[in-house]
């Protein structure tokens, strides 16, 4: 039931063919810029406190959420987790596109109620916040997620679409562990 209500709060309209899916976010070497998402949990609940802004330099992942499944993202967001949890430089950050605000503040909640990951931030945004614009976020429904690994505010790995098995985690992990090492 969580998984429904968040995918459904999740999902935004967009139609785009499947060859531009890859094309999403800031390429590896640009530099992440401030905005401002609503934190709903984790270190800076109830603010909109922007991360490259409240954690300068130190080794970060954004994971920017366009209406992939809660499994895929649960998983991703459990990576993250661990790691904020035993390295308290690293930050981590998972961050819904949404039209509808409170029906995914309210499955974000639930979710990490289940999920206990309070050591990184889950946060919405709007589609059309200029953010979205200038991290290069592609919200068509093609694209469930862009992930961005960075340190210095440089982006230095990028995953468009990344699929929470056994490949694609273990790419995630090889990634922080570039930038928290």
């Not at 800031?26 to 954690?55: D, M, Q, R, S, W």
């Not at 862009?146 to 505010?153: L, N």
């Not at 679409?161 to 570039?178: F, R, S, T």
Request: contains cysteine.
């Amino acid at each position: 039931m969580i998984q429904k209500a968040l995918f459904a709060a999740l999902t935004v309209s967009a139609i785009a063919l499947p060859a531009f899916a890859a094309n999403s976010g800031l390429a590896v070497g640009e530099a992440v810029t401030p905005f401002h998402p609503a934190h709903i949990t984790g270190p800076n609940k109830g603010t909109t406190a922007c991360p490259p802004c409240t954690y300068g330099n130190r080794p970060q992942v954004q994971v920017w959420v366009n209406g992939d499944s809660l499994e895929n993202v649960a998983k991703i967001a459990g990576v993250l987790n661990k790691t904020a949890a035993s390295n308290k430089e690293f930050k981590g950050f998972v961050i819904f596109l949404t039209s509808d605000k409170p029906a995914t503040e309210k499955a974000i909640v639930e979710a990490n109620k289940k999920l206990g990951y309070d050591a990184i931030a889950m946060a919405t945004l709007a589609p059309g916040d200029s953010a979205v614009k200038n991290y290069k976020v592609n919200v068509a429904s093609e694209v469930k997620n862009t992930v961005f690994v960075y340190k210095d505010k440089k982006v230095t790995a990028k995953f468009v679409n990344l699929e929470a098995n056994e490949k694609g985690l273990g790419q995630l992990n090889e990634a922080i562990a570039k930038i928290t090492n």
